[in-house]
């Protein structure tokens, strides 16, 4: 095989599995790690790929590397739904109740399942607080809903509010349960997300919460981001649509955190 057919092989399987390790690619085509090496340098250059430690990952799985809104909407649909659905049953129906709903597709797809959201008695009330411009739209017009949008910069990628006020506005807050996305769930890093304003934001509803839960598809699972804005034991609860790998159960485990998958 000639070394261009080769890589051709090597760059649609980066792109297939996200990550692949030097040994897996030496093993696979019988050649040694440095030839390996060289065909991920030159895929490299060619912005095929990018090359980790011990081995490449693919170019839409770097730190920074985030779509925009419009783009995540129409990616996993189906598993966002299960996934809301089943967070829609933690949500209170027969007390007053608060719950904070962060920036987020699948946090999104929770907020549609609540825009008939209507008390189990008369009387009782459900106040969200968000900091998610869609969430806060849909939202609007349930008038059994009490709904509490936080201030500040609205970020147009992700169309969250972002920045040291709407942080500085959960401190105050004591909500029941906060529902977060992640864009990367990883064993030893964490719960990350990409931008820095938008980590803040997500480590102050964290920390505000009673009970934190976290809404992640299973394409974010093993997955490490620019910015770490939760550890694994400040989580209590994943909900996703697939097992974690084994490595990601055991660490979810020794922190206690409940899997959940729709």
Known sequence: MFAEERQVLIAELVADRSRITVSELAERFKITP????????????ARQLRRVHGG?????????SEPSLHERQSQRQHEKSR??????????????????LDAGTTTERLA????????????EQLLVITNAVPIAFKL????????????????????????????????????????VGANGVDASFGFSTPDSLEAAVKTAIVRSARRVVALV??????????????????????????????ELAVALAAADVEVVIA
């Open 34 to 45: 440095e030839t390996v090496r060289r065909d991920l340098a030159t895929l490299e250059v």
């Open 56 to 64: 490449a990952v693919a170019m839409n799985k770097l730190s920074m």
């Open 83 to 100: 996934i809301a659905a089943a967070a829609q049953a933690m949500v209170p129906a027969s007390r007053t109740g608060s719950i904070v």
């Open 112 to 123: 549609e399942l609540l825009v008939d959201w209507s008390p189990a008695a008369p009387g």
């Open 140 to 179: 609007s017009g349930n008038p059994e809903i009490q709904l509490h949008i936080l201030g500040g910069r609205v970020r147009g990628l992700t169309s969250a509010v972002v920045g040291a006020t709407t942080a500085a506005q959960l401190e105050v807050l004591r909500p029941d349960i906060a529902f």
């Open 217 to 246: 598809d299973s394409s974010k699972l093993g997955v490490e981001t620019l910015v770490r804005f939760a550890a694994l034991t400040e989580i209590d609860m994943l909900i996703t649509d697939a097992p974690p790998s084994t």
